[in-house]
């Protein structure tokens, strides 16, 4: 296999090397590689402590953010690598990580403590690729596999349940049935992780490209990990249409979360509070579902009336999480190019107009959300005289 590796990272692992320690790229670069994705970013891994990194790179800005694990990172160009000493993971207790770690000397003891066998594979320019769990095979089987026996790896540390998942939606991989089977049966153990990682796993995996990898047979593991969604995830037919409804939805955080809770819109705002979502997040999510029953058909007042309620970019994600369908959307997108009225603030009148004709106080604000109702009702064109005009009319205000 070749491997093309950035020059920063062959420097870092020169730079081990010729102090006499072993040095090798591992884990999800490996994986992005081997799948044909590029790495967003590289680790490395070495046999060298965290002290004798320093002693074998003198010349790199090294950070030591995560020291007590054995991870320093190296900032280089400003783009920055973690580096870890090969290492195996301390006691677990409640079904979390350690926090104590011990050195070890081998790559192999350190592959073996990591996830998932395609997470578990290092590389080397020279020895080329270290795989010993089959995680190449995996990669063309397309599966996700624990390292070892999978009752006893999740056991470990229960935040590898959504891991799986995760990975299964971010790789369109299957979940392979030994590792799916105790996946299910961890569920209880979720309740140990705690909340905002919970949040985040699940974020990455509804945002995937194939969310259904990791929802379709997975309800009660949802379930446990968010209490909220058990409504749902107790019905097939309801979580099958929610996995549908998420897939079809633009990837964005917020409009996967409404897709997922499209169903439950009164229980969204305490799930998502409950896993210490967010403001922005949750008010958003919140705001698509209050405009759940809004009328969206490709009619132009019906299509202004979304926009002065939820602005543009709602509008938009509103038409795509209802499958509105393709009319709706070219209409929508045709009318926002012609820079429509539909605000207070687009109309040819201000306030200032209105308080030079008399009108004082509470009416002013009434007079122009009137006028932008005649506007958006295509009864008067968003012109100033026209404007005007109807104001000095009959029926004004
Ligand atoms: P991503 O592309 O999402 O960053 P990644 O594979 O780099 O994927 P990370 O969460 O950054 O995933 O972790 C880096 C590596 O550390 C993983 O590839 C895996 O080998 C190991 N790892 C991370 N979390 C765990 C865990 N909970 N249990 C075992 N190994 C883990
Ligand atoms: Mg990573």
């Known amino acids: 296999m070749d491997f093309v590796l950035p020059t920063a990272v062959l420097s870092l692992m020169d730079g ?37 990194m320093r002693a074998s790179l003198p010349g790199f800005r090294l950070l030591s953010t995560g020291e007590a694990h054995g991870t320093l990172t190296a900032v280089v160009a400003g783009a920055s690598y973690e580096i870890t000493t090969f290492r195996i993971d301390g006691e677990y207790a409640d079904h979390r990580r350690p926090d104590s770690v011990r050195y070890v000397s081998e790559l192999g003891q350190d592959l073996a403590r990591r996830d998932f066998t395609i997470n578990a594979m290092a590389y080397h320019p020279c020895q080329g690729l270290v795989d010993p769990f089959g995680g190449r095979e995996d990669i063309a089987q397309r599966l996700v596999r624990c390292v070892g026996d999978p009752a006893a790896r999740f056991e470990e540390d229960a935040l590898r349940v ?60 949802l379930a446990a990990a968010a209490p909220g969604l058990a409504p749902l995830a107790e019905n097939k037919e309801r979580w099958a249409q929610a996995v549908r409804r998420v897939c079809a939805a633009p990837d964005s955080a ?6 997922l809770l499209w169903d439950i819109p009164d229980a969204a705002c305490d799930l998502l509070r409950e896993l210490r979502s967010d403001n922005a997040t949750r008010q958003r999510v919140e ?31 509103l038409v795509a999480l209802r499958q509105a369908g393709a009319p709706t959307l070219a209409a929508l997108e045709a009318l926002l190019n012609e820079n429509p009225c539909y605000s207070v603030a687009h109309l040819a009148v201000k306030g200032a107009d209105l308080l030079a004709l008399g009108l004082r106080g509470p009416e002013v604000g009434r007079t122009l959300e009137a006028l932008l109702d005649a506007v958006i009702e295509g009864r008067v064109e968003n012109r100033r005289e026209a404007l005007l005009h109807i104001l000095q009319g009959p029926c004004a205000h």
């Open 254 to 259: 917020a409009e996967r979360w409404t897709a």
């Open 162 to 221: 959504l891991r799986a998942l995760r990975f299964a939606a971010t790789c369109d991989f299957a979940v392979e049935p030994a590792t799916a089977s105790a996946a299910l049966a961890a569920c209880h153990t979720l309740a140990y992780v705690a909340r905002e990682r919970i949040l985040t796993e699940l974020t990455k995996l509804l945002r995937a490209s194939a969310p259904h990898r990791g929802l379709r047979d997975f309800a009660p593991v």
């Open 16 to 52: 081990l090397e010729l102090a006499g320690y072993p040095a090798y790229v591992v884990g999800g670069c490996v994986r992005d590689r081997l799948m044909g994705r590029a790495p967003h970013d590289f680790d490395i891994c070495t046999v060298a402590a965290p002290h004798q």
């Open 287 to 317: 705001a698509l579902l209050a405009a759940k029953e809004l009328s969206l058909t490709p009619e132009r007042a019906v299509l202004l009336r979304a926009l002065h309620r939820l602005g543009p970019q709602a509008t938009r994600q």
